[in-house]
Structures are given as structure tokens and as C-alpha cells.
């Protein structure tokens, strides 16, 4: 995973005392909302209280599964990741960068009435963003779990309790058409790539909890997390040859093709790798990039439909 950057010209200085806001956010329970003197208060992923004067109109969201979810809301956004657009209505929307790397001034032009990011990655940015005049929520999607807290948050955040309701019932009705009923679970070695760098996905991780859901077992579901990155493990080869996977099933940001050849060309260094049923029958391959590569939002049904065919009708 990339080191996070901030981009910010000189003629920041000038916008931020332009747009600067007042108040602060208070540290409260995570979950739920609340109303004072008219406002909307939500509170967010890390436990931050965050109170708006009414539902925000210009939303900028760092996230794919953010943009996802706002539009599924029949909301919108002004500012959205410098990404492939996760929805076709969202495509002339300011590209800000991402979670890994903000641009502070595009953000700062755009004048959003609140900025949504990620709770792990953006929580030291916090202060910066809120520099703009704009509120800051924080949430992760960790699991579909967190996908359904997510929809219900925005809902609230945006007067549409019902409709987030009805959004979450149409994904659950989805998720209950694929449930698998073969016994035999197939394993799968889940390894999230970038050019270098390549770690085993754990159960708590999304695309970990797609997997469970599709009905495949995670062969590094045992395996010691990462400090830094809780939801990935290293790769350890003897224990992947040992497990002998069925599939190994690469996900990326990047460039699926440099990152597939990058993972074969480590394996070919060592010959053990040649003896697991993944490599014998070449099922080793790069999952979608919108549904695997970043938090699908309200697609994520589409991402374990999507990973329970391949697992069971091949």
C-alpha cells in the first residue's frame, strides 16, 4: 500500500482563511444520531460526533464505495477519488485523490459541505480537511457489515432513513439469492497486490468476508496480522503449499497485468509453488478491480455473486 501523501500549492494559505469554518467535532460513542436546536448530528466510524446545520449538498467522498452509496441514496457528489468512476452519474465530479493521497486544494475550490474518508487512513488528516470550512466523516468497510452501517450513517446524514432502509433490504434480498449449498469448499489463497508487495487477505477483511459469504475457506485464515495493516497477512510459502489451494485470487488498484506477472514471476523463484492444484489447474487470476480492488458500496452482492460462480460453477 502506498505512503499516504497530501498535495497542497501556496495559494492554499488564501482559501483556507477564505473558507475556514468554526466549531469542532467531540469525541462520542460510535453509532446513531441525534437532533439539536434543528441540526443533524450523526456520528461517525471513530466515534466522532458530527453535527450539520441540515443535509449536506455538496458532498466530497474519498472513497468508490462512498460515491456508491450517496448515489444509491439518489444523492450526489461534487468531489469524487481519481479513479475510474464507481458510478456513471458521478463521472464529471472533481477528481480530489483518494484516501491514500488527498489533493487539499482541489477540495478547498470546491467548498464541500462535508468531506467523507476513511477512519484508518484519514483520521490524522482530520484537522487539515476541517481547515476547509467542511465537516469530516470517518467510516471503513471492513465487512458487508460495515456496508449496511455505512448506508444507514449516509441515510441519516442525509434525511433519508427510509430509503437507506429499503437500500440495505434489496442487498440483503440479493445476498440470500446466492447462498451456496455445496458442501465442498473450495480453498483460496485471497492475496491483495501492488508491484512488490503482496500480503494474504485475512477474514476480517472485506475481501475476506466476500469470500466466506461465496462459500470458499480462507487458507490464511490462521495467519498473524500485520501491525500496521490488521486485515492482511504476510505470505508465508510453506504454509500456502501445505494448504494447497484451489485458487489463488489476486486483487489491486493498480495495473492487473503488471501485478499478475509481478506475483508468477515471485512464485517461479520458488519451485514449491508449482506443486499446489491453483498452479496445476491455472487458476491463478486478477479479481475485478470495482468490486474487489476498493469497498463496492451497495455492489458488493455483485462481488460475492461474482466470486461464488467462479468458485463453484467452474
Known sequence: MNIKKIKMGLSIAGLILFLAGCGSNANTKAGGQGESEGAIVIQDFAGREVSLEKAPEKIVALGNGDVDIIYALKGEVVGRPTSAPSVRESENAEQVGSTHEINLEKIAVLQPDIIL????????????????????ALTEANSIADIKKQIVLYGE????????????????S?????????????????????????????????????????????????????????????????????????????????????????????????????????????????????????????????????????????
Open 117 to 136: 474518508a476513511n477512519s484508518a487512513m484519514n483520521l490524522k488528516d482530520v484537522p487539515a480537511l476541517e481547515s476547509l470550512g467542511a465537516k469530516v
Open 157 to 172: 446524514m442525509l434525511q433519508k432513513g427510509e430509503m437507506a432502509d429499503q437500500v440495505i433490504k434489496e442487498l440483503e
Open 174 to 314: 440479493k445476498l440470500e439469492k446466492f447462498k451456496s449449498s455445496d458442501a465442498i469448499q473450495p480453498r483460496v489463497l485471497l492475496v491483495y497486490g501492488a508491484p512488490g508487495t503482496y500480503m494474504a487477505a485475512l477474514p476480517n477483511s472485506l475481501s475476506g468476508d466476500i469470500l466466506t459469504q461465496a462459500g470458499g475457506r480462507n487458507i490464511a485464515e490462521d495467519y498473524p496480522a500485520l501491525d500496521k495493516f490488521p486485515q492482511y497477512a504476510q505470505i508465508n510459502t510453506e504454509r500456502v503449499v501445505e494448504a494447497n489451494p484451489d485458487y489463488v485470487l489476486l486483487m489491486t488498484h493498480g495495473n492487473e497485468e503488471e501485478v499478475k506477472k509481478g506475483f508468477i514471476n515471485e512464485m517461479k523463484q520458488n519451485a514449491a509453488w508449482n506443486s499446489i492444484n491453483a498452479v496445476k489447474d491455472g487458476n491463478i487470476e486478477v479479481l475485478p478491480a470495482d468490486l474487489f480492488g476498493t469497498n463496492p458500496g451497495t455492489k458488493v452482492a455483485d462481488a460475492v455473486m461474482y466470486l461464488g460462480e467462479k468458485l463453484h460453477l467452474e
